[in-house]
């Protein structure tokens, strides 16, 4: 490694060293609220009595998180929130996640758990019954995997199953004042990163040093993040390339990341 990457790896990593004229740029941040998730899922309801679609099946990801702030992650098993454009929201959880279902769930009361031994297809199932849906359309959230989309479709073939991008997307992709300024403040933090990591560039770096130093950049400056960079005739694919290169004078260098 070149040396100023030695030297700052030997101080444990910290970003405060490696990047001390770096300050946190995250004290004014304003979190999307729940009233303004709130208003989300009403909206997802208007767009839903527009489109002939009775309830709208979520698993766990960026549009969950959208509507809820729950954030869960992808598994065999199901995690799930069914949004129905008439009653309440319902959720699908793990009977041995319950209890961490809880700390993250902040809309609806409706938590139905399964065991390892049961469906959780029938739970869905169960909740588009007891809202009164036994036919019409039902909304699959655009990804959704298959095998999940599949057991729902067995336990209840009565319904008809369609795409809900006219819903989420119909939703997600008109940013609120809250949103645009979180975006904006994601820009203004990566843009100080990328100055900081690209003055510390030399000789003998591979795309790994640089990743590392970028990673702390963010760390600096009170995000997660990083930059990916291309190196030399690496550069001409977007996505670089398995060897080994380092930094030369006069190279391209191909650099891409940020933070969220």
């Known amino acids: 490694l070149p040396a100023s990457v030695k030297k700052d790896k030997s101080s444990a990593g910290s970003s405060q060293d490696m990047f001390s004229e770096l300050r946190p740029m995250t004290g004014d941040v304003v979190p999307i609220s729940d009233e303004e998730r709130q208003g989300r899922i009403e909206k997802a309801r208007r767009l839903m009595v527009a489109n002939g679609i009775r309830a709208v099946y979520i698993e766990a990801g960026t549009t969950m998180f959208y509507f809820t702030g729950a954030r869960w992650w992808n598994s065999e098993r199901m995690f799930a929130l069914v949004i129905p454009a008439k009653g309440d929201i319902a959720w699908v959880c793990p009977a041995f996640e319950e209890d961490r279902a809880h700390e993250q769930i902040r809309f609806g009361k409706d938590i139905r758990t399964w065991e390892e031994d049961e469906s959780p297809y029938k739970r869905i199932a169960e909740i588009l019954r007891d809202r009164g849906i036994q036919d019409g359309k039902v909304g699959i959230e655009e990804r959704v995997r298959f095998f999940l989309y599949n057991g729902i ?36 933090i990566t843009i100080e990163a990328y100055k900081a990591s690209i003055a510390r560039l030399e000789k003998g770096m591979t795309k790994n040093d640089f990743r590392a130093i970028s990673s702390a950049a963010h760390r600096a400056l009170g995000v997660d993040g990083g930059i990916g960079a291309q190196i030399a005739e690496a550069s001409a694919n977007p996505h670089g390339s398995i060897k080994h290169i ?15």
């Open 153 to 188: 479709k067995k336990e209840a073939p009565h319904l008809q199953y369609v795409s809900a991008d006219p819903v989420t997307i119909g939703c997600r992709v008109i940013k609120s004042p809250a949103e645009i300024a979180l975006m904006q403040k994601a820009n203004d």
């Open 246 to 260: 380092e930094l030369k004078e006069g190279n391209i260098v191909l650099m891409d990341g940020g933070c969220g």
